[in-house]
């Protein structure tokens, strides 16, 4: 069982900057990966960006691409979402996730975190 622990959400004006914090811990292992999604009001969840921690390997949702970076700290097993150039369309619930990085699919979530940004 693996355990999620987020933080870094709030409030931001736009063009701002923010950074996301997903912290795992319990039964983790090298071949884990780790992405967030984010969902806003009336909204399906939708996919931001994952990461792989034995290769580093990243990927983005094109609505972030040039935005948003995704990367680790394997000493942590922490993993961050650093948000620049925020726009009131970025606003949602974010949620962190993991899973086996052979698959696509995620087997855990956390509680999410808030995102608001003003235009």
């Known amino acids: 069982q693996v355990q999620l622990v987020e933080s870094g959400g709030g409030l931001v004006q736009a063009g701002g900057s923010l950074r996301l914090s997903c912290a795992a811990s319990?039964?983790?292992?090298?071949?884990?990966?780790m992405g967030w999604f984010r969902q806003a009001p009336g909204k399906e969840r939708e996919f931001v960006a994952r990461?792989?921690?034995?290769?580093?390997?990243?990927y983005y949702a094109d609505s972030v691409k040039g935005r948003f970076t995704i990367f680790r700290d394997s000493a942590k097993d922490t993993v961050y979402l650093q948000m620049n150039s925020l726009k009131p369309e970025d606003t949602a619930a974010y949620y962190c996730?993991?899973?086996?990085?052979?698959?696509?699919?995620?087997?855990?979530w956390g509680q999410g975190t808030q995102v608001t940004v003003s235009s």
């Open positions: 996730a993991a899973g086996f990085d052979n698959t696509w699919s995620y087997d855990y």
């Open positions: 319990g039964r983790t292992f090298s071949s884990i990966a």
């Open positions: 990461i792989t921690w034995r290769g580093g390997n990243t």
